[in-house]
């Protein structure tokens, strides 16, 4: 049974750093494509970045591109979402999520399972 949980979240000041972490159970991480994504209170979920199998092709959404870096070690079956130069809005609910193929910043292209969330705070 696949598992996912996100780790790394907490209260950071705008400017500041976060690695969030995103650990897989269950099965070998380099089968997938993985996404995270965030979900602020009363806002839907959106895509913030996404990796493909490789690891070679990566996405971002716009309002996090130059700041976010995502990345993966299949050897741990952990990907990360690097945030530098944080900004209050990004302020939200952190959670990853893999499919089998192509990579997306589109949710609903995930089947599951999703995470906890890790929740991320940019507050001064």
């Known amino acids: 049974q696949l598992q996912l949980v996100e780790s790394g979240g907490g209260l950071v000041q705008p400017g500041g750093s976060l690695r969030l972490s995103c650990v897989l159970s269950?099965?070998?991480?380099?089968?997938?494509?993985i996404g995270w994504f965030r979900q602020a209170p009363g806002k839907e979920r959106e895509g913030v970045s996404c990796?493909?199998?490789?690891?070679?092709?990566?996405n971002y959404a716009d309002s996090v591109k130059g700041r976010f870096t995502i990345s993966r070690d299949n050897a741990k079956n952990t990907v990360y979402l690097q945030m530098n130069r944080v900004k209050p809005e990004d302020t939200a609910a952190y959670y990853c999520?893999?499919?089998?193929?192509?990579?997306?910043?589109?949710?609903?292209?995930?089947?599951?399972?999703w995470g906890q969330g890790t929740q991320v705070t940019v507050s001064s």
């Open positions: 999520a893999v499919r089998f193929g192509v990579q997306s910043l589109n949710s609903s292209w995930y089947g599951g399972p």
């Open positions: 269950g099965s070998s991480l380099d089968y997938y494509a």
């Open positions: 990796i493909s199998r490789s690891g070679i092709d990566t």
